[in-house]
Structures are given as C-alpha cells and as structure tokens.
C-alpha cells in the first residue's frame, strides 16, 4: 500500500525511491509489527483477562504448569493482526507471492482460532474435532500446493534443491510437486504447534527461521546473488523479506509479553499460522531441506510425539517421560527456563548451519 503510494509521490520528492529497496522495507516491516505488538499486546492481555479466556492446563503434566491455569490465551492473534498490517503497509501488493502466504498464514489462523474458541469460551475440552482441524488444514494446504504449482512459469519453481551439492536438483511433476508442498506447509504448522508448549519456546524459534528464510527469499528473488551462490533464481520472491521480517517483528513484540513467566499464550491461533507461514515460504524459495535442518527443533518435537505413541500402542511402554520432547526434560528436572534458553541455543545453530548451505555448494 505504502509502496504504490511512494511511487506515486516519488515524482515531486525524488528522495521518497529510498522505499523501493526490500531492505529498506524489510527494516520497516519489522519495526511496524513490533510497534504494533507492543502498542496493542497489553490492551489485548487486559481484554482476554476481562472475559477470562484463560489456558486450560493439564494435571497429569509437570506440576510446575499448574500455576498457569488461567493465563489469557489466544494472545496469536495479535501476531496475525501485527503480520497482516505490516506486510499489507511495505510489501507489494501486486506480487502473487505476498497474497498467498499472507492468506495461508491467516487462513491456518481462522482453523486454530475456531479450536481455542470451543476450548477457552465454550470451555469444550474437545475443541475443534481432530478430524475437521486435520481437514481444513489439508484444504488450505493443498489449495496453496495447487495455486503456487499452476501458476508457476519456470521448471526452477516446481524443482526440489538438494542442499550442499551444486546443481543437484529434482524436477517435480504435479503429484509430487503437490504432495511435498502440502505436507511442508501441514506439517509444519503442526510441529510448531506440539512445540508451543512453554512460556516463548515456540516463538523465538520461529523468528530465527522466519528471519533465514527472509535471506533466501532475498537471495534467490535477486538474479546476481542466485547465479553466485548457486541457488535457484526465482523472480519476485524477493517481496518475502518483507514477509518474513513482519514475522520477526511481530513474534519480538509478542517474546515481550510471552516470555517466562509468561503473560499471554499465542494459542493455536498462532501457532498454526506461524507453522504454516514458515513452511509455505520454505515452499517458495524451494528450501524445504534446508526448512527441515533449521526447524530441527520443531523436526524433534513432533518425532518424540510419533515414537511416544507409536511406542506405547505396540508395546505399551513409553520412550520418554512425557511428549513432546519438552516436558520429557521437565519430568528429569530441568527448570523450564533452562529448557527453553538450550532449544533455542540448538535453533541458532540449526539455523547457522541452513545459512551455512548459501556458500556450501
């Protein structure tokens, strides 16, 4: 919006290009969702507390939980409206890209937002059935899966990249170019998640992702950068910094308020969404290995829920003390600070190393 509105006014002052550069509008999308986030953060905290939509908390999990019971939750919607303004301010609008992660991210928003509705206002301990959440989710992803593949001009854009190797890549048919983006996107909205388990655990991770996958977006929308790094050049995917930095900035401002001992929960209503931004972004920028290697910490939330079950329905012991992963450490007796503070150290690294696969080749 802003932007049309620059070039509009570029003509009378010349200076008004300076918001033509992603980066320019990248460094402003992070700054508006923060202020954004902090602006409203504690008037949305006041508002949930007044209508008492406080998280329900389990009683066979670690004890240490218990105090949260009634802390206002939901608080992810304020990620979403903090993304959507600033993404619709500083991208362009006119690029396709920009539409369809911006409506994924909020339609996987709506699904998580009908599931905390009927479990914290209903009090309905079911909320959404897992059928319809599974459902839904699988349209959203899907649609996205067929729009990017059908709209898609170049064999670079429906090809898998293989990450390390020069020139290693697959060419995708419509089945399988399908199939991968689908669960990418499903499953990472779902591995984010099981991981929201404890107080800014799920999102200083997802703003150390969303932030990389903003430097691939860059890199591989800019024809000099692809061609040296050797990554697949794919106009237009630039505007997703702009994107990506909306993400950063809106999950910094809800950190604010959401690190321990926490102030508000985000919810499925944002962890569903954040999910799915990131892995419809990963899609895009053809880095769905590399998503898997920075997501590593998401990657072991969701295999330590697979293995738990698994586990206990064939042989009726469990692996682990609790799933996910998180409360397993709990249970051995670590803080929950501590549990937070070392995934989030093994994000960074995870994240190096995807970063490191820009000059690995």
């Known amino acids: 919006m802003l932007l049309w509105l620059t070039e509009l006014l ?15 509008r990248g460094i ?14 504690p008037v949305m905290i006041r508002k949930l507390s007044q209508y008492q939509i ?15 019971a009634g802390t206002p939750t939901m608080g992810g919607a304020l990620i979403l409206v903090a ?6 301010l500083w991208a362009d609008l006119g690029n396709r890209y920009v539409w ?8 996987f928003g709506a ?21 319809w959440k599974y459902f839904w989710q699988s349209l959203i992803g ?25 020139n290693v890549s697959l060419a995708l048919g419509p089945v399988l170019f399908i199939l991968l983006s689908y669960f990418v996107i499903v499953g990472s909205s779902n591995a984010v998640n099981l991981t929201d388990g404890l107080d800014g655990l799920a999102i200083m991770p997802t703003v150390m992702v969303a932030g990389a996958l903003g430097i691939f977006a860059y890199a591989s929308g800019h024809a000099q950068f692809a061609n040296y790094l050797l990554i697949p050049q794919l106009p237009g995917t630039g505007e997703l910094i702009v994107f990506c930095c909306a993400v950063v900035g809106a999950g910094l401002g809800f950190l604010w308020f959401n690190t321990y001992p926490a102030q508000v929960f985000m919810g499925d209503v944002g962890a569903l969404a954040l999910g799915a931004a990131l892995g419809v972004v990963a899609v895009i920028v053809r880095q ?49 600070p501590r549990v937070i503070v070392r995934f989030w150290v093994v994000t960074v690294v995870l994240v190096l190393i995807g970063l490191a696969t820009l000059k690995i080749r």
């Not at 570029?10 to 320019?24: E, G, N």
Request: proline share 5%; net charge positive; no cysteine.
């Open 111 to 131: 699904v998580g937002w009908v599931d905390d509705y009927r479990k914290v206002v209903e009090r309905n301990p079911r909320g959404l059935p897992a059928r």
């Open 100 to 107: 369809i992660t911006l409506l994924v991210t909020l339609l």
């Open 83 to 88: 993304i959507a303004v600033s993404t619709l």
């Open 142 to 166: 899907a649609g996205a899966a067929i729009a990017l593949f059908y709209s898609s001009s170049m064999p670079q854009e429906t090809s898998l990249f293989v990450p390390f190797f020069k």
């Open 288 to 336: 769905e290995i590399v998503l898997f290697i920075m997501g590593g910490v998401f990657v072991m939330e969701t295999i330590s829920v697979i293995l738990q079950v698994a586990s206990y329905r064939l042989t009726g012991r469990r692996i682990f003390r609790m799933a996910p992963l998180h409360h397993h450490f709990e249970l051995k007796g670590w803080p929950e």
């Open 54 to 68: 406080g998280q329900a908390v389990r009683d066979d999990g670690p004890q240490t939980h218990l105090s949260k």
């Open 28 to 41: 402003l999308g992070v700054l508006t969702a923060l202020v954004i986030s902090l602006v409203i953060g």
């Open 10 to 24: 570029a003509t009378y002052f010349p200076s008004l290009t300076v918001f033509q550069y992603l980066t320019v």
